[in-house]
Each structure stands twice: as structure tokens, then as C-alpha cells.
């Protein structure tokens, strides 16, 4: 089941780059190298496609970002992150360096009537007031009767470990 790790890279100008990650970051896995990052202004990390990691991929992820952050000029955002990587921005010292923010994660909820599990992309800034927003701006869902089920919709994820990567960094502007 494990798809072999890899990214994309997307040049938006000549300092400003998108790279967009699939698969599985483990031990195999080829990171983008520091040189290729180390002129860049801007730099979004997206993480949609990848939602596994392990303890390898977590060091080479680490020591890629420990050389990322000491670029002054250089801001970095992460998006599309899923609850496996959130875990990790959450619990290890520098997987989210400090010139990085989080602009985009997944919400996982449960219909407790229809027994499903749904996830929804959220932005940081419209979940910030707690994860619990993210069920009040639900619009549609696939599920049987939604909206009716709404409120039968639960977090299927820690409310406040989720989100505690906030309290280490910035408010946004
Ligand atoms: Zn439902």
C-alpha cells in the first residue's frame, strides 16, 4: 500500500515556489535539497498528498528545516497538512521551523447517526477560535441527511492537542 515518496516542484517566480508532496516519507524518501531552496523568498510545503511518516523521514524532514530556518529572507507555509503530519508539527521540536506557519489543515469528524468519518480542509485562521468551527461552517457533507445530521457530527480529533502548534507560534495578520 505504501506509494514510493516523491514531489513536485512549482515555480511561481524566480524566488517563490510551490512543492507539493505525495506518499510515504520514510527512510527511501528524497527530500528537495537545501540548495535548491536556499534563494527562495517564499515556499509553500503542500502535504496533500501525503499523510504517512516515519521516525526516518521525520530526521531528514528536521534537519532539512533546521538549515530552512536560519534563512532570514525566507517564509515558509505548510498546507493541506493531515492529522499524521499535524501530529508530528505538534510533537517534534522543529518539524514546523520558525519561519514557517500552518495555513491549511484537515478536521476529521464522525456522523454519529450515519456512522461515517469525514474530513474537512480547514484554514488555520477560520478554526483559530477552536476546531469546533469547523462543524458550525459545514455546508454539505456525504452523508445520509445532512444537514439534518448535523448535529449529530462530532470531532474526531483532539480539540486542543490539535491545534496546540498555535500556541508556538504568531498570530497571523
Ligand atoms: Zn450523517
Same mark, same amino acid.
Given at each position: 500500500?505504501?506509494?514510493?515518496?516523491?514531489?513536485?516542484?512549482?515555480?511561481?517566480?524566480?524566488?517563490?515556489?510551490?512543492?507539493?508532496?505525495?506518499?510515504?516519507?520514510?527512510?527511501?524518501?528524497?527530500?528537495?535539497?537545501?540548495?535548491?531552496?536556499?534563494?527562495?523568498?517564499?515556499?509553500?510545503?503542500?502535504?496533500?498528498?501525503?499523510?504517512?511518516?516515519?521516525?526516518?523521514?521525520?530526521?531528514?524532514?528536521?534537519?532539512?528545516?533546521?538549515?530552512?530556518?536560519?534563512?532570514?529572507?525566507?517564509?515558509?507555509?505548510?498546507?493541506?497538512?493531515?492529522?499524521?503530519?499535524?501530529?508530528?508539527?505538534?510533537?517534534?521540536?522543529?518539524?514546523?521551523?520558525?519561519?514557517?506557519?500552518?495555513?491549511?489543515?484537515?478536521?476529521?469528524?464522525?456522523?454519529?447517526?450515519?456512522?461515517?468519518? #469525514?474530513?474537512?480542509?480547514?484554514?488555520?485562521?477560520?478554526?483559530?477560535?477552536?476546531?469546533?468551527?469547523?462543524?458550525?461552517?459545514?455546508?454539505?457533507?456525504?452523508?445520509?441527511? #445532512?444537514?439534518?445530521?448535523?448535529?449529530?457530527?462530532?470531532?474526531?480529533?483532539?480539540?486542543?492537542?490539535?491545534?496546540?502548534?498555535?500556541?508556538?507560534?504568531?498570530?497571523?495578520?
Amino acid at each position: 500500500m505504501s506509494s514510493q515518496f516523491n514531489f513536485k516542484v512549482e515555480n511561481l517566480s524566480a524566488d517563490s515556489q510551490i512543492i507539493s508532496f505525495r506518499g510515504y516519507l520514510d527512510e527511501t524518501a528524497q527530500l528537495p535539497s537545501y540548495e535548491s531552496l536556499a534563494n527562495l523568498k517564499s515556499l509553500v510545503f503542500n502535504f496533500d498528498g501525503s499523510r504517512i511518516i516515519n521516525s526516518s523521514g521525520i530526521k531528514m524532514w528536521v534537519q532539512l528545516m533546521s538549515q530552512l530556518a536560519l534563512l532570514k529572507d525566507l517564509k515558509i507555509v505548510f498546507q493541506n497538512c493531515h492529522p499524521l503530519i499535524l501530529d508530528q508539527i505538534n510533537l517534534i521540536e522543529g518539524f514546523l521551523p520558525k519561519n514557517a506557519e500552518v495555513e491549511s489543515l484537515y478536521v476529521m469528524l464522525f456522523c454519529e447517526k450515519c456512522e461515517k468519518e #469525514f474530513d474537512v480542509c480547514k484554514k488555520v485562521s477560520d478554526i483559530r477560535p477552536g476546531l469546533g468551527m469547523a462543524i458550525r461552517d459545514l455546508k454539505e457533507l456525504d452523508c445520509e441527511n #445532512f444537514p439534518e445530521c448535523r448535529k449529530f457530527i462530532t470531532l474526531d480529533m483532539h480539540p486542543d492537542k490539535t491545534l496546540s502548534f498555535l500556541r508556538r507560534t504568531k498570530e497571523t495578520k
